[in-house]
């Protein structure tokens, strides 16, 4: 995790103090100065210094007994500010929440930045499996339904380029070949949705569909998920399945109208 400064209009300080944050966020609840000052590259001392006035400013907290550093509160108003501000957000909340309560699926909503998505919100049915998803995480774009949906607003020389060859393979069953994952996006703006069965966490699938703003460019996707049984049962790849698709489709499409699509 380097945090050297690239460029003139970069501060170097503004930079450590961020990848200072970043390290508190990568999946242990709590760390050492040792465990950041590793992880961000930065020696012991800048480590300190910096985790200290971060402490001051209410962006971590130190547990007093065992010294360890944790993300603090303070920065729950920044990160609710601008996920209520953001418009996909705003336009998807209320159609996501009935959706899961229709359905008893996780109802999820994404946007692409760089090569992964980022979810906005996430809503649990009474049937979906406990979920670890929270605003703010992010995944694989070629391994999920939702991330199929944002990568059909790119040609496929883009997609290459975007997330390098090969594809990395979660389970057994995660498309690792371009050509595979070309197949498979020709297939989403043919039928308007994606699937994905069991290609990020095993017992687990997907449905997906694409929500586009005014201009009519894909800002975002919206996917149901829950059990294989219910969602990517490959030996009865219709059945039950078809609800659940006009279920995703006209909740994708409604989201698409708030923000303005024709």
Same mark, same amino acid.
């Not at 242990?28 to 465990?35: G, T």
């Not at 590259?41 to 210094?49: H, I, K, N, Q």
């Not at 078809?242 to 279920?247: K, Y």
């Given at each position: 995790?380097?945090?050297r400064a690239?460029?003139?209009?970069?501060?170097?300080?503004?930079e450590?103090?961020?990848?200072?944050?970043?390290?508190?966020?990568?999946g242990?609840?709590?760390l050492?100065?040792?465990?950041?000052?590793?992880?961000?590259g930065?020696?012991s001392?800048?480590?300190s210094?910096?985790?200290s006035?971060?402490?001051? @400013?209410d962006?971590? =907290?130190?547990?007093?007994?065992?010294?360890l *550093?944790?993300?603090s509160?303070?920065?729950? #108003? %920044?990160? !609710?500010?601008?996920t209520?501000?953001?418009?996909v957000h705003?336009a998807a909340?209320m159609?996501l929440?009935?959706?899961?309560t229709?359905t008893?699926?996780g109802?999820n909503?994404?946007v692409?930045?760089?090569?992964?998505?980022?979810? @906005?919100?996430?809503f =649990?049915g009474?049937r979906?499996?406990k979920? *670890?998803?929270?605003a703010?995480?992010?995944? #694989? %774009?070629? !391994?999920?339904s939702?991330g199929?949906?944002?990568?059909?607003?790119l040609?496929?020389?883009?997609?290459?380029?975007?997330?390098g060859?090969?594809l990395?393979a979660?389970?057994?069953?995660?498309?690792?070949?371009?050509d595979l994952l070309?197949?498979?996006?020709e297939?989403?703006r043919r039928?308007?949705?994606?699937?994905?069965?069991e290609?990020?966490?095993?017992?687990?699938?997907?449905?997906?569909a694409?929500?586009?703003?005014?201009?009519?460019?894909?800002?975002a996707a919206?996917s149901?998920w829950?059990p294989?049984?219910?969602?990517?049962?490959?030996?009865?790849?219709?059945?039950?399945r078809l609800?659940?698709?006009?279920?995703?489709?006209?909740a994708?499409?409604?989201?698409?109208?708030?923000?303005?699509a024709?």
């Amino acid at each position: 995790m380097a945090t050297r400064a690239t460029d003139a209009g970069t501060n170097q300080s503004v930079e450590r103090a961020v990848s200072v944050l970043r390290a508190l966020d990568s999946g242990r609840p709590e760390l050492r100065v040792s465990d950041v000052a590793e992880l961000t590259g930065l020696g012991s001392s800048t480590t300190s210094r910096l985790l200290s006035t971060l402490e001051r @400013l209410d962006m971590v =907290e130190r547990d007093p007994v065992s010294n360890l *550093y944790r993300l603090s509160l303070g920065l729950l #108003p %920044l990160a !609710a500010t601008a996920t209520n501000r953001h418009p996909v957000h705003r336009a998807a909340r209320m159609v996501l929440q009935g959706l899961a309560t229709r359905t008893g699926l996780g109802a999820n909503v994404a946007v692409r930045r760089g090569g992964e998505l980022m979810f @906005l919100c996430n809503f =649990e049915g009474t049937r979906a499996p406990k979920s *670890y998803t929270q605003a703010g995480h992010t995944a #694989p %774009l070629h !391994a999920t339904s939702i991330g199929k949906c944002l990568l059909t607003g790119l040609a496929p020389k883009e997609r290459r380029k975007l997330l390098g060859d090969p594809l990395d393979a979660h389970t057994e069953y995660t498309t690792t070949s371009h050509d595979l994952l070309d197949a498979e996006i020709e297939t989403v703006r043919r039928t308007g949705y994606a699937v994905e069965a069991e290609e990020r966490a095993l017992g687990r699938a997907s449905l997906a569909a694409p929500v586009r703003d005014a201009s009519g460019e894909i800002v975002a996707a919206i996917s149901l998920w829950g059990p294989t049984s219910v969602l990517g049962d490959r030996s009865d790849p219709e059945g039950q399945r078809l609800a659940l698709v006009r279920e995703v489709i006209e909740a994708a499409d409604a989201i698409s109208q708030a923000l303005g699509a024709l």
